[in-house]
């Protein structure tokens, strides 16, 4: 496995790649990998000749007062597990690297796929997500790029900008890893208190809930929701920010559950932001 | 010569040259061709091993009350002149192609490369430009892309992109082509009447005037400026939109004539809004 910083690098050794016509499969993360990243890292392996993974946390997706400075990272722990996990470069390039003083461009996709849900109250959120994704693709230029379904929302803005902007390339979204009690990964719970991880399956629990209520037959979308928010006012010191169900490729509310849906929520437990989702085919 | 108007048919085209290693030299157009794209097209066969020509008058760069119903089109003349040019693909896909319904994405570059000049009188133009841009690379990409210097503003935005969205690829600009007494070649110059055409040749002429004035000493920006806009009052019914000093990468305005320097200018005469720009390096 190779490690660079640098996009010179990075471009050295993917070049004969591409001229050999060698595949190659890309997983952009933050790192602080866990069980859902290697699940990607996994296919990724699979379905490629060469599989590249990039460690960012990426200034521009956060907000002011968001938790960029305090996000956990462990890149010693990451690159034994990409090692293991059969990664071919690793791409864990310096903020300066990336953004270097006079950067001014910035990707953005109108309209309800970064408006609702998490966009409501993270504004700029999916502008960042967007424009660094952008520089990935073209730093990378995969034939492969996979994301979780845990981060739903993410995945269907890419999907957007990669249909809108002709990326040739395909996104392939992977099915969300949970534990066994169903919480879904996320670089976040390491934030949870023992209380906290108790009680957070709830949060799973409340969506499969909700599933079961619409194969029974439900179908307003606003007693879908009524129903996940009673289970999740069980969680101590928590706040939703919202539960939604939406149409699971334009992210347009739903008044009634139909086609292909996604129900989607966020909350916070004490200072800890989680989000999670289900999807329905009715 | 090829002539291709969808996506699919132009990347089964591209794919085996570019899975063959070789060179692909791309100029995009908005048709009515003049001897301005024909240089570049020149300079792009002269550069590479397969020249890409796109014809498509881009509806996103266009504002509500300008000109795009009525900008001048002649397929036919465009195909003749390409063929004769040693084109080899020419891309000219409807607006629906690159902007199917439900469309969403586009790129916007911050600060003065869009802010001043152009991007004063024209708020959206080059977040249209970079947008199409961006698509037509990523449906091309050429390995070297041909802009004209006489838009000057829309190379430096074309540049900036491509810098920081790490695009793979070289940005060409190359010299205004002018006509004998000076006038910038632009497909706009067929709107002018012959009266506004015998004025025109002013405009260039205004502008020699300042870079003599700058090799005689004259640093003051003020001055400069003042100076064009005497000169440019001598040609009828016409407004001033624009005439400034600037930075030739930023595009930041200059108090004081330093560096590489960009003189740029935007009038209207009668209704036709042309634009003239000349550098000086001091």
Chains 1, 2 share one sequence.
Do not use: W
Not at 95 to 120: D, N, Q, S
Not at 124 to 131: E, K, M
Not at 201 to 215: E, F, N, Y
């Amino acid at each position: 496995m190779q490690v660079v910083q640098t996009i010179a690098q990075l471009r050295a050794i993917l070049q004969p790649c591409r001229s050999e016509g060698r595949s190659v499969g890309f997983v952009p993360t933050m790192g602080y990998l866990h069980d859902g990243h290697m699940a990607l890292v996994q296919r990724a392996r699979r379905e490629n000749d060469v599989v590249v993974v990039s460690i960012f946390v990426n200034p521009t997706q956060f907000g002011p007062n968001e938790d960029l400075a305090a996000y956990p990272r462990d890149l010693e722990r990451d690159l034994a597990l990409l090692d293991k996990g059969g990664t071919d470069q690793v791409f864990c390039p310096s903020v300066e690297e990336l953004y270097p003083p006079g950067y001014m461009t910035y990707v953005h996709i109108e309209g309800a796929v970064t408006e609702t849900l998490c966009g409501r109250s993270r504004p700029g959120h999916f502008r960042g997500v967007a424009t660094i994704v952008s520089k990935l693709f073209h730093l990378v230029m995969p034939h492969r790029a996979y994301f979780g379904q845990k981060d739903a929302q993410q995945v269907a803005v890419i999907q957007q900008m990669v249909r809108d902007l002709d990326f040739d390339l395909e996104v392939v979204p992977c099915a969300t890893v949970r534990e066994a009690d169903g919480l879904a990964l996320s670089s976040r719970n390491t934030y949870l208190t023992t209380a906290q991880r108790a009680q957070a399956p709830l949060i799973h629990q409340a969506l499969q809930d909700a599933r079961s209520t619409i194969a029974a037959g439900e179908r307003r979308a606003v007693k879908v929701v009524e129903r996940i928010k009673d289970r999740l006012a069980a969680i101590d010191d928590s706040t939703i920010d919202y539960v939604s169900v939406v149409d699971a490729r334009t992210l347009a509310d739903l008044e009634t559950v139909t086609g292909e849906a996604l129900i989607a929520l966020a909350i916070r437990v004490g200072r800890t932001r989680l989000i999670d989702n289900i999807r329905v085919q009715v």
